[in-house]
């Protein structure tokens, strides 16, 4: 699965607004915090995956990343 920065910005909203509906609350995340964490995401991949994987395994990847770069920002 090839990946671009504007997939995994979409996928990084479509989590936080599903876990906003179940109640979860997130500090404000500006454009370009988003764009930074869809770098780290990116690199994981085609580092970890060389850019192939499955769906699941990508939005797995995009939850640790958002809960990583939420604690340690």
């Known amino acids: 699965m090839v990946i671009n920065k504007d997939k995994i910005v979409e996928e990084l909203l479509d989590l936080i607004a599903k ?4 109640g979860e609350t997130f500090p ?3 454009s370009d915090r988003l764009e930074a964490i869809a770098e780290s995401i990116r ?11 499955h ?4 939005k797995d990847v995009v ?3 958002l809960e990583q770069n939420l604690t340690h920002w």
């Open 28 to 30: 404000e995340l500006s």
């Open 63 to 65: 939850k640790w990343n």
């Open 19 to 22: 876990r906003q509906l179940l």
């Open 43 to 53: 690199y994981e991949w085609n580092e970890a995956y060389d850019g192939v994987g």
């Open 55 to 58: 769906i699941e395994e990508f």
